[in-house]
């Protein structure tokens, strides 16, 4: 495990952007295609340590830390950043600017899957292909589970989400067949252990989310059905996902015309549970655009 972190974090790289530091990871050359691995909430980069040393043969893979996550900055909310998803569709399009200048593919997991979808929704010219990773498609979708939902709670909320078992461990394990080493768990519970940052920004994440979230998969989902998406877009799903039901994904995708792949081992972070099949996924879907050019 401890080869895997230090790989992991040979493409360590950090970013200034609109005052705040991202951290993220990157693999592979800048001259190559490139591909951002965009985390679930709530999740890390790190969550994508399998999946970029099989990009970076042929691509350039970049996987970063949301705004109050992981290593990257965490804002005191009413200080210049309040976590809302609006401003995070807007900290993704700076982001996507200072780290790619040619179309970028994007893929996305589970409840940020909205947030990719408007930002790539105003930019379409930008991206090559996005491939979304059970992300909430349908109405039944559009509530947090109580895992995530009790970091909203004006008083249990604000306990929670400063305790490392629970933001991380539960978090990460309650939604899959997902069981973290201890070498693996330690790196998502270390933000939470060093500072109280990490919790305030969780709680706010998670009031955000479950005041705007079902707004923003009803806007999803009209813009993934949408004549005027342009985009090459690929459903990958997790069937053993705890959190988000199968029933009415293969409906979704068929009536949408949007490819679906089905990954019957993993459960909602795909790319913990099965990384190294999803890298695969990854490869097919960008060599297949590439060769239709």
């Known amino acids: 495990m401890q080869t895997m972190r230090l ?8 970013y200034m952007i609109l005052f705040n530091r991202w951290f993220c990871v990157e693999s592979g050359s800048a001259d190559n295609p490139s591909v951002i691995l965009i985390h ?11 999946v970029l040393p099989m990009l970076s ?11 109050g996550f992981g290593f990257s900055d965490k804002p ?3 200080y210049g950043f309040d976590y809302t998803l609006n401003e995070f569709v807007s900290s993704l399009e700076s982001f996507i600017n200072e780290v790619a200048v040619k179309q970028v593919t994007l893929v996305v ?14 930019h379409q010219e930008k991206i090559d292909n996005i491939i979304l990773l059970n992300p909430p498609l349908t109405a039944k979708h559009a509530n947090l589970p109580s895992t995530l939902s009790i970091f909203s709670n004006f008083l249990l909320g604000e ?3 400063q305790d490392p078992l629970r933001a991380s461990d539960k978090a990460l394990t309650s939604c899959g067949p997902y069981k973290m080493k201890e070498d693996d768990a330690m790196v998502y519970r270390n933000p939470y252990l060093t500072s109280g940052a990490s919790g305030f920004a969780l709680n706010a994440i998670s009031r955000a989310m479950k005041k ?4 923003y998969v009803e806007e999803m989902r009209t813009t993934l059905t949408d004549e005027n998406w342009k985009i090459p877009t690929t459903v990958c799903w997790g069937k053993r996902d705890r959190w988000l039901s199968y029933d009415g994904v293969e409906e979704f995708c068929k009536d949408s015309k949007h490819k679906l792949i089905e990954i019957p081992m993993a ?5 913990e549970d099965r990384g190294e099949e999803l890298g695969e996924v990854i490869k097919g879907v960008m060599r297949r655009t590439r060769l239709n050019l």
């Open 76 to 78: 005191q909310p009413k």
């Open 212 to 215: 705007e979230l079902k707004k």
């Open 159 to 161: 306990i929670f989400s």
């Open 109 to 122: 997991q589970g409840y940020f899957a909205p947030v990719a979808v408007k930002y790539a929704s105003s």
């Open 57 to 67: 043969k042929d691509y350039h893979a970049i996987a970063f830390d949301w705004l």
């Open 40 to 50: 679930g909430f709530p999740s890390q980069a790190y969550s994508y340590r399998k």
């Open 7 to 14: 790989n992991y974090l040979q493409g360590l790289s950090i």
């Open 267 to 271: 459960g909602h972070h795909v790319q």
